[in-house]
Every structure is written in structure tokens, then in C-alpha cells.
């Protein structure tokens, strides 16, 4: 029987995608009593080198693995030349069958390290946004507006394949002490098409409200973009330092206020939408009510 070709065999995404079970080469050459392969190629991981260069790396069964050549004295001969707790973990003091990783540390002890300079990190970034957001909400800053613009889409066709041409927008807006600027549903098609809200008005029937809070100071949107769409169809310019998006988007800023860090990337999980606008400036309060992370200590 003919041994698989690459492309029959799993093929992982990177080392936390690799089942129990599956070793490298040179992870059972590195055990603490050192296997070699004893069967064939059963798997592929998709890494990066010393180099950062896309690699990929064969995987074999370690229960088809068999023990090196090494002898018991040769193996207690080398672990006397190397250094003493080289094979412990410095933090909990295991003996795991793999070597400690590194700044000898085991496996856990190493994500236990991880995670806790990314909860750091994330309580630095959690004060920052409170700032930004005490900032967008003072009295004596330029005035703030919160918009949320939702694209209204066509249900999905039979196959499956999904129109992204939006047919009306859902907008709504308030100031920052919550009075309501600006609630409509405005049609972008024919108002015949189903699709479109039965309450969708025309773009000229609201025109004069939003242009009014689009020529607000400050607009606090969720999505970076999500603003550009309404600009362009009343014909107005991006303010200046709008070359990337939105600078007071909130979606990415209530992810780092949050700070729901996902263990395995050590990345702040997205935040949900709140949905409405005055539920945005609810949350930009929030934010804006987190104390500064030093602010009890004793001076």
C-alpha cells in the first residue's frame, strides 16, 4: 500500500490546532526519554520558522513512535552534562515529558505568564479608552454626537449567495445628553422593493436632519466606515484626519474597554453592537465612569 500524498493528509493551522497524540521529529527526539518516528507521515501543521518563514512540518503518531537508540547510562550520562534543573519548569517545578519552553518554564506556566502581561496590557489600554471617553463627553470639548447607521440587506437568494448592496439604512442619532437628533429608516432602492422597510422614507425627506448631525464637531460611530456611506449620499466631505476611518469609532475601543481576552490568542474578543444609539452613549458613559487604575492608591 502506497503511502498518502501531502494533500490526503490533515493539514493544521499552527501548533494549538494539533491533536494529542501527533509529534514532530524533533519533539520526540527532545523527550525526556527520546522516541524516533516508527511509522509513516500522518499529519502536516502549517508554522513559521526561526526566520518567521512559512514552514511546514511533518507529524507522526506517537503511539507508532518506538525509543531511540540511546541507552540508559548514555541517557543519565547526558542529562549529568547538562544543567542542573535544565528538565524542570522554574515557576511550579514539573518534570514534563517535553522540555520546559522557554525561560524554563512548562507549558502552563508559560501561558499563565502570557496571560497575565496581556491582562497588564489590557488594564493599561482600559484606561486609555476611559480617557478618550470622559474627553468626548465633557461639556467643555467640542460637541459630540452618537450615530448608528445599519444597512438594511436582501433576504439571501435560494443558493445561498447574499446581496451586500444595502437597499435602505436604519439611522439614528443623539447628543450627548441623550436627546434624540435623528431616527429614520431611509430607502437607497425603489420603494416597490420588497426588501425594503414598509417605514423607509426617501433620502430628501430627511436630508435637512442629516445633514445637521453630520456637520456635528465630534461623531462617535461604531464601525470606523460605517459613517461613510450616509456622507456620500448627501454629497459630504470627510472633516480632515479622516483618512482611515472614523478616529472615534467605538467598536474596537469598547473591545479594549472591556478587556474579554481570549486565552488562546491573548486578543480582547470583539464587542457586541449595543443596537441603538442612545445604548452607545449608555456604553460611552460607562467607559467614560471607569476609574483611573491608580487613582486609589495611596500617593
Known sequence: MRDPLPSELPAYEGW????AGLF?????????????????VRAYVHTRDWNDRKTSVKLY???????????????????NRSAPGARECQA?????????????LCVACAQITRLQKAVESARRSRAEV????????????????VLRIEQVLRPPALSGRQNLTPVALRVDAVDATGRRLLDATIRLAGARVKAVPAD???PDDVAEQV?????????????????????????????????????????????????????DTLHPRAAIDPGTADRMLLLLRRMAATEPPDSSAAP
Open 16 to 19: 494549538r490546532q494539533v491533536p
Open 24 to 40: 514532530s521529529k524533533t519533539q520526540l527526539t527532545g523527550l525526556d526519554f527520546p522516541r524516533t518516528p516508527g511509522g509513516p
Open 61 to 79: 503518531r506517537l503511539s507508532e513512535s518506538v525509543p531511540s537508540p540511546a541507552s540508559a547510562a548514555q541517557l543519565e550520562a547526558a542529562r
Open 92 to 104: 511550579c517545578g514539573a518534570y514534563p515529558d517535553r522540555p520546559p519552553a522557554s525561560a524554563g
Open 130 to 145: 476611559g480617557e478618550w471617553a470622559r474627553t468626548v463627553l465633557d461639556p467643555l470639548f467640542e460637541p459630540a454626537v
Open 200 to 202: 423607509a422614507v426617501a
Open 211 to 263: 445633514r445637521a448631525v453630520l456637520g456635528w464637531p465630534v461623531l462617535v460611530t461604531w464601525h470606523e466606515r460605517g459613517v461613510f456611506l450616509l456622507r456620500d449620499m448627501y454629497g459630504i466631505k470627510a472633516p480632515g484626519g479622516w483618512y482611515g476611518g472614523n478616529p472615534n469609532a467605538l467598536a474596537v475601543r469598547a473591545a479594549h474597554w472591556r478587556g474579554d481576552l481570549d486565552p
